[in-house]
């Protein structure tokens, strides 16, 4: 009895974050040494803002790193010829980078979570119990927009590392100057899918993005300002996101299972 799609699948996804395992842990190790030395230094008159303002922008950091990790995966599997052994196994190119996919994925959102509760454990010991009572007060309409907001950062992220797996893959096409035309490849893909996106987007809607503007949210302790997406907007990017990315992504395993020469 052959092994199914869902099993084969699996069995890929923990191949690539075993073999991601040390590098994950390194991180984890780095984050919360730094984490560690920032609160002892807190004890002895650093302010609780400087754990805050390093774990937010260690999120920046991580997804970098995550993102530059797309390019290296694919230079490494033609590099350590382990492209062949994938292509000698009853799995297709969309196997292999769905499960590379889910990988950096993974591991993108576990740093990730890992820094965002870090900050917000700086953030709870700067704030007293009346500024942390207004915080509860936020309206539930401003909650939504942030939901919807981190929603559609997740999903361009996701795009770019499929764009980085793609403008890899294009390279390896190459035997000469391979690195120039991966770069080249991606910054034509992410004007090519920006134009494509903008054209979808203003066919779709009558608002054009640059017109969004900002609104302010009034509660018992203050106001907050927030950009509200009028709903055809946020399908709109929502569905373009997902569509540009399922293109890229099947048109990487194409060239992954026909055109390269093994």
Not at 98 to 105: G, I
Not at 223 to 230: E, M, R
Not at 235 to 240: D, E, K, M, P, Q
Request: no cysteine; glycine share 8%.
């Amino acid at each position: 009895m052959g092994i199914s799609r869902g099993n084969m699948l699996y069995t890929l996804y923990k191949k690539d974050l075993k073999a991601s395992r040390f590098e994950l842990l390194l991180i984890v190790g780095i984050i919360l040494a730094v984490n560690l030395y920032i609160f002892y230094k807190t004890t002895t008159g650093w302010p609780l803002q400087a754990g805050f303002v390093m774990n937010v922008g260690g999120t920046i950091t991580i997804f970098i790193a995550i993102f530059i990790k797309a390019f290296i995966t694919v230079r490494n599997e033609w590099k350590e010829n382990t492209v062949y052994l994938m292509m000698s196994l009853p799995v297709s190119g969309r196997m292999i980078f769905l499960s590379k996919m889910l990988s950096l994925l993974t591991q993108w959102i576990a740093l990730e979570a890992l820094l965002g509760l870090s900050a917000f454990l700086f953030l709870r010991g700067m704030m007293t119990p009346d500024s942390w009572g207004k915080l509860a007060e936020i309206p539930f309409e401003f909650k939504i927009e942030v939901v919807k907001l981190g929603f559609l950062i997740f999903l361009g992220a996701t795009q770019a590392l499929i764009l980085a797996f793609f403008s890899s893959v294009v390279g390896k096409l190459f035997k000469k100057f391979s690195g120039l035309i991966t770069f080249g490849t991606f910054i034509a893909g992410s004007i090519l899918t920006s134009k494509v996106s903008d054209i979808i987007i203003n066919a779709v809607s009558r608002y054009h993005l640059e017109d969004l503007g900002n609104s302010q949210i009034n509660f018992s302790n203050g106001t907050a300002w927030v950009t509200i997406f009028p709903n055809n907007i946020y399908i709109a990017l929502t569905v373009v996101l997902i569509g540009v990315s399922a293109a890229l992504f099947f048109g990487t395993a194409a060239i992954y299972d026909r055109k390269v020469e093994l």
